[in-house]
């Protein structure tokens, strides 16, 4: 099946993509500096984003946060690092020591896998070859990525299981379902993309953003992009869907047993987690290392400075996505389990159906008409079409509860009793008036 | 649906979802770029004091150096904790003296009642909460220590003016 994909996705594809390199240790090299360039670029960007993430917050609550250690406080995460590794390591007599050791391995592998496939600047055309900015430019890219988040699951699970403690357990079973329940909509939410782009290679889906104009596929699939969006949350396990964490219930959720670097591990994998569901984010919908209203970077000669303009371009994506993430965190507090479930599975799942639906008809249509994916008729008339839709879900749908994660417990009758409260309702003057008085 | 969950009833057009979270997010940004923060810098910058703060205690010395107390016995009386170890000595001029003053820091509530009761406003509790040792046993000072501290003395409560006005 992987064979049959892949096969398709070369012929889909093979055109796109520049020559590789001819020699093999010119490619070898290429690719054994390019992990250890991104893979530094990754560790350093986890610790600055957990101390980013301390300093918001603190920002947000009229704190200062840590601006100790280092410029700004710019150090303390290599502080508490050191302070980690120097811990005593305690084993719960109970556990499960094989699965308790490795869980925290297995969260935190897959987020780092994923980067792999994320192109993250335009090809170098070198004198010694074209050099893929993408450790591994896979043809079937996406299905790699979804397929390796999936694996992000057993970590917390196996976590929450070897601990032998009821909360630890609860927690790993919340994330399952959780996990489960969002990945779903989380695929169905690329397929709008992959329609457009035609193919599941992630190199061709930014050379499908690509172009004179703003092509950015947030712009034809604005749902797709706000369900993706929320799965991603869902997927990270950050606030408001941190139910496998839940302090306030579940004391720590699937790491109350965790000690010392092995609790820093899960840690590390979270913020892991953040900057890839960001790097996602900005390759599918915002154009990955593309610079907007401008064709230079896609053109001939394939320069260093290309390269690193677009790398830098990229990370600046992806730094402001973190930032959202941490933005939602300190604002909105957490779903309630079944209002979690509710929200996946009775909202985001139809939603996205039918919206896949309605970019497939779109696309359809605008092809039997004769405007082709990449011409600027199709562009502007996507917008258009997702205003209308971004408006009516979000500004006259959204009444009454009946987009939030507590829709389920709307029924009927609930529904036609605020119906006659809104009915009945005087409107006091200040509303009505809205002059001065 | 649990039993009891109390459901709010509010009028639909007043209910969102989408845009309730977006007006929650401007909220926290105006804060995260509000540049008055409420932290306070501790070690470099400190809280005000009340001028009625009891704290370390202090002992006040006249010009030539030698501690105010004249050994009558007062505060070890009317201290609630008996905290303060004192024992009266006399000089040949008939001028009483402690010969030993100590003070359990640990043991006292700081209730300022030996300032209060001092007839010779030798023995004061202080505005200075900052105490740190190595041992147990420095935190009971001698008098040599309380006579070395210069940090400002509490001012008492006044029962004439009882808003310190």
Known sequence: MIALLQQVATQASGVEHLPPPESGGVWFLATAVKILVLFTIYMVGVMLVIWAERRICAFIQDRRGPNRVGPHGLLQSVADGVKNIMKEETYPAQAYLPLFVLAPVMAFIPALLTWAVIPYGAPWVSRWGTIDMAIAPLPIGFLFILSIASLGVYGIVLAGWSSNNKYSLLGGLRSSAQMISYEISMGMSTIPVLILAGNVSLGRIVEQQAGRGLHWNVLSCTIAFVVFMVAAFAETNRVPFDLPEAESELVAGYHAEYSAMKFSMFFIAEYANVMTASALMSTLFFGGWDLPFTLWDNVAPHTLLKTLVTFAFIWAKILFFVFVFIWVRWTLPRFRYDQLMALGWKFMLPLILAYVVVVAGATLVLDAIGFHPASWQFSVIMLALNIVLVVILFGVVDRGRLVSPAYSRLDKRNLDKLRRLDRARVRPAAFTGGGPA | ?165
């Open chain 2, 1 to 165: 649906m649990p039993i009891g969950v109390k459901v709010l009833e509010r009028p639909i057009d007043k209910s969102s979802y989408v845009r309730a979270t977006l007006s929650g997010m401007a909220l926290t940004l105006k804060h995260l770029l509000d540049t008055d923060k409420v932290t306070i810098q501790y070690p470099e910058q400190k809280w005000p004091l009340s001028p009625r703060w009891r704290g370390t205690h202090r002992m006040l010395t006249t010009e030539d150096g030698k501690a105010k107390c004249v050994a009558c016995g007062l505060c070890p009386t009317v201290c609630p904790a008996n905290c303060i170890k004192l024992v009266p000595g006399e000089d040949e001029n008939g001028n009483r003296y402690p010969l030993l003053f100590e003070i359990d820091e640990f043991r006292c509530i700081f209730c300022g009642y030996c300032q209060e009761v001092c007839p010779e406003e030798a023995i004061h509790v202080g505005r200075h909460y900052e105490n740190s040792e190595y041992s147990r046993e420095g935190f009971v000072y001698d008098l040599e220590r309380l006579m070395s501290q210069t940090h400002p003395v509490c001012e008492m409560w006044d029962p004439a003016d009882p808003k310190g006005e």
